[in-house]
């Protein structure tokens, strides 16, 4: 566990074990949080790793998912169950699926076809412990601050950013795409939702908060906020881009092409694992997938307002 910010520790949760790769987040508190507990197939470690920080069954308070994809949502239901004070606050989208997960883990074992045991599934959390969170909710942590909870749609529509305010640090899901240790950023937009123009719009107010710090889901600190939201949004734009035309030229094979050529996968992230971490998952074609939907959408849309 690492402090990446005054109270804020990183906890890796080690999905599929391999180390620098999903992070959860514990914020100190008179009521602590934990942000995204990750993978069902981490759950046993993030607990016992809360357990052994002191944490007893009645301690932690709230549970905060940044969405409901299962590399980040798989073990509420596990976690709920070993904190059964926890509240668990999630997008208005994700509410229901948390309590009646069936839908969502087969269609989320669909994308990740062979890749599905990695995750595993989410058990149901009761619905009566779960709070919905409209844009610009607040998490009261007593004596640690207030998280808040920032709408910022495009990697999923049900997708929320959290900022602590205390310490301007941001947790940020996969708002800005996913940069492994030692490697840069890149998109991270699979399937069913993504929204481009969505998405810098979320980047563009997530910059007006002026974040002092912005930690990634996949995987931890940033260098510099200022420059995660630009070169995030710079994603978005030629990942949008290359679906738009790439899509009109040739489908899903036209998007891989002129995706590669906009943003060339291995060299942009630039180191060698993290590019086989990204394949061993399927997240590079993932990516293909979900700009797919998004440009057969946008084609359709055009169409119907001609
Ligand atoms: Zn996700």
């Not at 759950?43 to 790793?49: C, K, N």
């Not at 998912?65 to 606050?89: E, K, M, N, S, Y």
């Amino acid at each position: 566990m690492t402090e990446i910010a005054q109270g804020i520790h990183l906890i890796d949760t080690e999905l599929g074990g391999k180390k620098g790769l999903t992070s959860a987040y514990l914020v100190e508190g008179a009521q602590p949080a934990l942000i995204d507990p990750g993978a069902e197939t981490s759950a046993d470690l993030l607990i016992a790793d809360l357990h052994r920080r002191g944490l007893r069954a009645d301690d932690l308070a709230w549970i905060v998912l940044t969405h409901i994809h299962l590399d980040h949502c798989g073990g509420t239901g596990a976690l709920a169950a070993a904190f059964p004070r926890a509240q668990v606050i999630v997008h208005e989208r994700g509410a229901r699926h948390l309590a009646e997960p069936e839908r969502l883990v087969a269609a989320s074992h669909d994308v990740y076809a062979h890749t599905a045991p990695i995750y595993g599934g989410l058990s149901a959390t009761p619905a009566d412990r779960i709070t919905v969170a409209p844009d610009g909710f607040r998490v009261d942590l007593g004596s640690g601050g207030v998280l808040e909870m920032i709408a910022t749609p495009g990697h999923a529509r049900h997708h929320m950013s959290v900022l602590h305010d205390r310490t301007g640090a941001l947790i940020i899901g996969d708002a800005a795409g996913t940069g492994l240790p030692d490697s840069n950023l890149y998109v991270n937009l699979p399937p069913a939702d993504v929204d481009i123009e969505g998405g810098r719009d979320s980047l563009r107010r997530l910059r007006e908060r002026a974040p002092e710090l912005i930690t990634l889901s996949h995987f931890g600190p940033t260098a510099d906020p200022e420059i995660t939201l630009a070169i995030a949004d710079e994603g978005f734009a030629q990942a949008g881009e290359a679906a738009r035309t790439g899509y009109a030229r040739g489908g899903r094979a036209g998007i891989a092409e002129e995706l590669e050529r906009v943003l060339p996968f291995a060299a942009t992230i630039s180191h060698a694992p993290a590019v086989e971490l990204w394949q061993w998952l399927g997240w590079d074609t993932n990516n293909v997938l979900g700009l797919e939907i998004w440009a057969q959408r946008q084609a359709e849309n055009g169409q119907t307002t001609q």
